[in-house]
């Protein structure tokens, strides 16, 4: 399973993003999609994850301004990002289970500007 996520970069507070991470290998369907971060210093923390049922969680510190969604067609995840603060700086890794083995993509750098 290989995890392929685009879309990070640089933007102003208040400004938006959105993340995408597309799944592929030989598997029917991911049991869950979702977004992990990490900032220097900090430890890895969930940002938002979506089950292949529709259910998602969120971190308290995105609620309200970020989304996640999926299209379980292609095997990809979305995380639309509004109103980002200079807090919401890190390095964003997409993350899976498949087969109930977790699987991670290379991180891309989000970085919001004060």
């Known amino acids: 399973v290989q995890l392929q996520a685009c879309g990070g970069g640089l933007v102003q507070a208040g400004g938006s993003l959105r993340l995408s991470c597309a799944a592929s290998?030989?598997?029917?369907?991911?049991?869950?999609m979702g977004w992990y971060r990490q900032a220097p210093g900090t430890q890895r923390e969930l940002v938002a994850d979506?089950?292949?049922?529709?259910?998602?969680n969120y971190a308290d510190s995105v609620k309200g301004r970020f989304t996640i969604s999926r299209d379980i067609a292609k095997n990809t995840v979305y995380l639309q990002m509004n109103s980002l603060k200079p807090e919401d700086t890190a390095v964003y890794y997409c993350?899976?289970?498949?087969?109930?083995?977790?699987?991670w993509g290379k991180g891309t750098q989000v970085t919001v500007s004060s």
């Open positions: 290998g030989r598997f029917l369907r991911p049991n869950v």
């Open positions: 993350w899976s289970i498949v087969y109930g083995v977790n699987y």
């Open positions: 979506m089950y292949s049922g529709g259910s998602t």
